[in-house]
């Protein structure tokens, strides 16, 4: 009789544990975010917050053997923005506090859930016994939801969300463990970020206001204007940028030199549709953090165009490009020498396969565009985080540095890598060919509220007769 007690006990706590661990997974949504809840048992005590796909972060919590995963799986941009919205103004402390508050229901309604499925597994368990009595499913249900009522209690009794202060990183954020710092001040001091990102809004409308003073000299005037920009990295305040300067300088077309976004997930994808409100013709290079599914959420954003590989006339000026090619895939790492070399190579021949004559090649690294110099007149990059202008054997290389200051990690710094863009001004000659005949390099402090401007002029050739282009609007023209 014994012997079958502990039998009937040992089957009820496996069918327990087996429903929690094969049922536990419920999803929630928790304001702007939509999560998945696991639970595992025995496993190491943590709770990891999973962020597909770029990894995981883990902490040890809590005492029981359980293991929570909470998984991202999709984040509502509107409600996102109306908590924003509704938080201005608030302290840090009062919006964690709703935020916890709007959990509370959620964690009663799992913890609910969990202790239903064992009940069910104990009795399920009992089951494998084909026992007809009654009371036996009833001690084999109150087994299971006893050992995790148990569980479940020990754990909000030792749990330590503080335990995050030293956690444990897998997958890309290994590599970039300031993400998890930069939400953690983010959560800690709403109002100090705030402060910072008002800073650097001043900063652009100062630069807006001062650039429409400047005296911008009569021989750069009725030229054809492009703004050049490059390493964006999520930074949303790049775009208030983009668009000033965009608007100051009456430019034609953007050319980007890639990696707008820093870990290449269809979400970062989502966040760039502020691309649309430029209102200009947007020409997009991949660079090495550019994935497969942000290339193709950018191809279907009118105005954008994705060039991989290929030629561009912009108003009549030939534009040759190509895409590093660690943006055919998921990493986000510079390619192999091998790789990098073959695509130079590459490049070389689609300039040599051009029936006329290249005026600007475009890439995100200027190493693939080394063996070009001499061999055409512009080359425009980025990648370095480096901004400036240099001239090799003939070739202007101009280099953006990055537009977005290295992306949102600047935003929780002061000082730091400044946001960089490049007008680039063209004269077409009477021959219709096209010569670049002056860069603007802008550099913009956005934690100490200022800016500088540096200007390259080029003379054109002395048996080339300038004349101004021929364009009446912002529109795009493009060759095979």
């Known amino acids: ?141 109150l087994g299971g939801v006893a050992l995790f009522a148990a569980l479940l209690a020990l754990t909000a009794v030792t749990y330590d969300a503080a335990a995050f202060s030293s956690p444990q990183y897998q997958g890309v954020l290994r590599h970039a463990p300031w993400v998890v710092s930069l939400a953690q001040e983010a959560a800690t001091d709403i109002d100090l970020l705030g402060k910072q990102m008002q800073v650097v809004g001043q900063s652009f409308q100062e630069l807006s206001q001062r650039l429409r003073q400047l005296d911008l000299g009569t021989s750069l005037e009725g030229t054809l204007r492009l703004l050049h920009v490059s390493d964006i990295h999520n930074n949303p305040a790049a775009f208030k940028l983009i668009a000033e300067t965009a608007q100051s300088f009456q430019v034609r077309a953007i050319i980007d030199t890639g990696d707008l976004t820093d870990y290449g997930t269809p979400l970062e994808g989502q966040l760039l549709k502020d691309l649309r409100r430029l209102n200009l013709p947007y020409y997009f290079v ?18 954008v165009r994705v060039v991989r590989e290929g030629t561009v006339s912009l108003e009549g000026l030939r534009l040759v490009a190509l895409a590093d090619p660690a943006a055919a895939g998921g990493a986000i790492e510079v390619a192999r020498p091998e790789v990098m070399q073959a695509a130079a190579s590459r490049l070389e021949s689609l300039v040599r396969e051009q029936e006329e004559q290249v005026d600007l090649v475009a890439v995100h690294n200027p190493l693939l565009a080394e063996p070009l110099a001499g061999r055409v007149p512009v080359v425009v990059a980025g990648h370095t985080h480096r901004y400036g202008l240099e001239v090799q054997e003939g070739t202007v290389l101009v280099n953006a540095g990055t537009t977005g200051a290295a992306g949102l990690r600047s935003l929780a710094g002061k000082g730091g890598v400044p946001y960089s863009l490049a007008v680039l001004y063209w004269r077409r000659a009477e021959e219709g060919k096209w010569y670049l005949v002056g860069v603007d390099l802008i550099r913009v402090l956005g934690g100490e509220h200022s800016f500088s401007l540096e200007r390259r002029v080029f003379p054109l050739p002395k048996d080339a007769a300038g004349k101004a282009p021929a364009v009446t609007g912002a529109r795009r023209q493009e060759a095979a």
Request: proline share 6%; no cysteine; hydrophobic share 45%.
């Open 286 to 303: 991949p660079g090495n953090h550019d994935s497969p599914s942000v290339i193709r959420e950018l191809s279907r954003l009118k105005g």
């Open 1 to 141: 009789m014994l012997r079958a007690r502990w039998l009937e006990g040992a089957l009820a706590l496996a069918g327990a544990i087996l429903a929690v661990n094969l049922l536990g997974a419920a999803s929630y949504n928790l304001v702007a975010f939509e999560f998945k809840v696991e639970t595992r048992f025995p496993a190491r005590p943590e709770t990891r917050i999973a962020l597909p796909p770029i990894g995981e972060v883990a902490a040890a919590t809590h005492v029981p053997p359980l293991l929570f995963r909470l998984t991202l799986e999709n984040v509502d941009l509107d409600g996102l923005s109306r908590l924003l919205t509704r938080s201005e103004g608030e302290s840090s402390g009062n919006v964690l506090a709703r935020l916890r508050e709007e959990a509370g229901p959620y964690l009663w309604r799992y913890g609910l859930r969990l202790l239903l499925l064992a009940a069910l597994g104990g009795a399920g368990g009992v089951g494998l016994l084909h026992r007809r009595d009654v009371r036996s499913y009833a001690r084999g249900a």
